[in-house]
């Protein structure tokens, strides 16, 4: 079954991209913990990250370095947190999530409430701002 991250890439589901290329992608979360929560995620569906094969899982990781660096272009933060769960959708993806302290990595509090034009403006800062990256 296509997954619902497959269907955002295909562009079947709308969300807020900030980055892609040919073997990743990356966009807002819908539920945000923190102001620029980005999901980053292989094109290659494969439900459990560690079974991805060293390739992707690296490129995977490269990939979201320079997601991170734009993220942290546009959002305050002391530094850029990486988080993996993966309980909820079945395809691999790593949360990248601002940090200013270790309360903004709680998926427990209550999630953040962002403007849909907000959302998309934020969404477009920081895809210029990992444009910009040397
Ligand atoms: P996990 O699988 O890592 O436990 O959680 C999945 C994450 O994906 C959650 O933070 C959730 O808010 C996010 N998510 C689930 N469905 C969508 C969606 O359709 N669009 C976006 N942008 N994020 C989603």
Known sequence: MTSIFT????????????????????????????????????????DYIFDLDAETLSGLTLFAQKVAKGIAKVVPCKRVGVTVL??????????????NSEADVDFKKPKLKMESAETAALAREIQSAIGNLQ
């Open 7 to 46: 269907k955002i890439i295909n562009g079947e589901i709308p969300c807020h991209k900030v980055a892609e290329d040919a073997h990743y992608f990356a966009f807002l979360d819908i539920n945000p913990v923190a102001k620029g929560h980005t999901l980053v995620i292989p094109k290659k569906e494969v």
């Open 86 to 99: 993966g309980l909820e959708v079945p395809h691999a993806h790593v949360h990248l999530i601002p940090l």
